[in-house]
């Protein structure tokens, strides 16, 4: 039998924090190990604990994003899932750069919460449906210039820089699986951002997903002149 799932909850309302942590402990794949009210809390709890994954809310004393920058840093290891009610486009841009796996509505129901864990741990990212078709709108919707679709423009590292970063994985994600340093990451992103005329990775990662889908589902990859 495989160890269970270890979670910690921060949520500053301590009825919702409860009703959370009794539904998924009462799941044999998951363990509860440690709630809190707090930012402080957060960070406290996984630099002890190192959870699996730590569900963390926006609103909350100290600030749910910094907490969540903070702790992707410091415990890398550690998936965190926004679990709010903000629908607020920033709040969710600023997670996702904060390091988030997830941003996940709270009236989102106990089996969907369920699958999104799960999927988050298999390497996934997820944003609310709702949320993310209307960033994917934004996004379709903001001016278009040639350089910002303008694929051929990439060079093979960078597309495949992107497509990992579509995935949702880390500069130092990338980095360890294409044997490279974060740094050397870190300036093809600012280059690729450059190129497509993009604010950040989010976005960057958006356009990703919408080139793969008009390519009928795949990044269309090129001979190497």
């Known amino acids: 039998m495989s160890d269970p799932i270890r979670i910690a909850i921060i949520d500053d309302h301590p009825l919702f924090r ?65 679990l709010t009610a903000s629908e607020n486009d920033e709040h969710v841009l600023a997670a996702l750069e904060a390091g988030a796996r997830g941003y ?66 880390t500069n130092k994600e990338i980095a360890s699986r294409l044997g490279i340093s974060e740094k050397t990451v870190k300036h093809y992103m600012t280059n690729i951002m450059e190129k497509l005329q993009v604010r950040n990775r989010v976005e960057a990662a958006l356009r990703s997903r919408e080139n793969s889908k008009e390519n009928g589902g795949a990044t269309i990859k090129r001979m190497r002149r």
């Open 18 to 82: 409860s009703g959370v942590a009794l539904t998924l402990a009462a799941e044999p794949q998951f363990e509860v190990v440690g709630q809190g009210g707090c930012a402080a809390d957060a960070i406290s709890i996984c630099e002890q604990m190192l959870p699996d994954v730590l569900l963390l809310d926006i609103s909350m004393p100290g600030c749910g994003l910094a907490a969540a920058q903070k702790i992707t840093q410091t415990c890398p290891i550690v998936r965190v899932v926004m």
């Open 104 to 169: 996940v509505l709270k009236g989102v129901s106990a089996t969907e919460l369920i699958r999104t864990i799960n999927s988050i741990l298999v390497g996934e990212t997820y944003v609310t449906p709702a949320l993310a078709a209307r960033l994917l709108k934004q996004v379709r919707q903001a001016p278009h210039t040639a350089a910002r679709n303008d694929y051929a423009s990439l060079t093979l590292r960078e597309e495949e820089i992107l497509d990992e970063v579509s995935r949702g994985l």
